[in-house]
Nanobody, 124 residues
Framework: QVQLVESGGGLVQAGGSLRLSCAASVRTFNTMGWFRQAPGKEREFVAARRYSDSSTYYADSVKGRFTISRDSAKNTMYLQMNSLKPEDTAVYYC???????????????????WGQGTQVTVSS
């Protein structure tokens, strides 16, 4: 059974940092990523990392502030979030897929597996 278990959310002041973790139970993915959803808004792409070449992709809104990484030994993905802004407040979801392409890496519907979500709240 595939499981993605997230941790690391919380409340932080603007300008602060948080690190999210996502531990996977299997290694059959070709891509893992992070999405977020704020109240009343669509789920949106944040960042992703391809296994094949470790290439990374970011939403323009987080580029330069967030870093996605992976510890292959622990089969865990991380999202380091720096210089957080109130508009980063959302539930953050870890996602994974086995057939993700560069063309679909930002499309949440193409990811097969999802974590339970972790709340990130940034106060002004």
């Amino acid at each position: 059974q595939v499981q993605l278990v997230e941790s690391g959310g919380g409340l932080v002041q603007a300008g602060g940092s948080l690190r999210l973790s996502c531990a996977a139970s299997v290694r059959t993915f070709n891509t893992m990523g992070w999405f977020r959803q704020a109240p009343g808004k669509e789920r949106e792409f944040v960042a992703a990392r391809r296994y094949s070449d470790s290439s990374t992709y970011y939403a323009d809104s987080v580029k330069g502030r967030f870093t996605i990484s992976r510890d292959s030994a622990k089969n865990t993905m991380y999202l380091q979030m720096n210089s957080l802004k109130p508009e980063d407040t959302a539930v953050y979801y870890c996602a994974a897929g086995s057939t993700i392409t560069i063309a679909t890496i930002r499309v949440h519907a193409r990811y097969n597996y999802w974590g339970q979500g972790t709340q990130v709240t940034v106060s002004s």
